[in-house]
Structure formats: C-alpha cells, structure tokens
C-alpha cells in the first residue's frame, strides 16, 4: 500500500518561515511529478507548487518567491520551504505525486492526510 505523510505544520507569527515535508513509504515502483496544495476554509483546494520527476518546477502567483519546492528521490520525499509566511497562507496543506506501485504499469495519484500550517500574530 502506498502512502504519503505530511509533517513540518505548525503555528508561525507573520513573517516566519517553516518547512514542510512529505514522505512516500510502500510498495513504490516510481515516483512521477509531486507537489503542495492547500485548502483554506471555504475555498477551494489549491495547487502551490509542482515539481516534475526531471526538476522542472512551478508555483501559484501567490507563493512565487517566497516558497520553494525540492525533493530528495533518494528519501522519496517532497519539500516546500515556506518564507515570509502571510496570515492568508493559514491552509491545510497537502502532498500529491503520481506514483507507479510495483506490479501495476500505470501511474495513479496520491493524496496525503494533510497538515495544518496556521499564520498569526
């Protein structure tokens, strides 16, 4: 069973910087394109960042120059590194990736539980 986990959420002052991470565990044959969305109350869930299996990366206008994702395929771990964090960053935050499990050709999409980053002062 393939899984993702978030973690690195939290509670920042305006300004602040966290960084969230992301881990795929189970049976993984191949780990495509990742990335960050985020759900704030009533609004819709929002693509933030992607970046492809070849290190091509995009962002929403939103986060662009103040967030960054990586990823470790190593670790098969995603990042975002979130700077100068602003009080309407307060979203839930969730891992996606196109994953091949072993054993079945065809790549499918995964969701992670999400993790709650709250902005305030």
């Known amino acids: 069973q393939v899984q993702l986990v978030e973690s690195g959420g939290g509670l920042v002052q305006p300004g602040g910087s966290l960084r969230l991470s992301c881990e795929a565990s189970?049976?993984?044959?191949?780990?495509?394109?990742m990335g960050w969305y985020r759900q704030a109350p009533g609004k819709q869930r929002e693509l933030i960042a992607r970046?492809?299996?070849?290190?091509?990366?995009n962002y929403a206008d939103s986060v662009k120059g103040r967030f960054t994702i990586s990823r470790d395929n190593a670790k098969n771990t995603v990042y975002l590194q979130m700077n100068i964090l602003k009080p309407n960053d307060t979203a839930i935050y969730y891992c996606?990736?196109?994953?091949?499990?072993?054993?079945?050709?065809?790549?499918?999409?995964?969701w992670g539980q999400g993790t709650q980053v709250t902005v305030s002062s």
């Open positions: 996606n990736a196109d994953i091949s499990p072993r054993g079945i050709v065809i790549p499918r999409t995964y």
């Open positions: 189970g049976s993984i044959a191949s780990i495509y394109a």
């Open positions: 970046i492809t299996n070849g290190g091509s990366t």
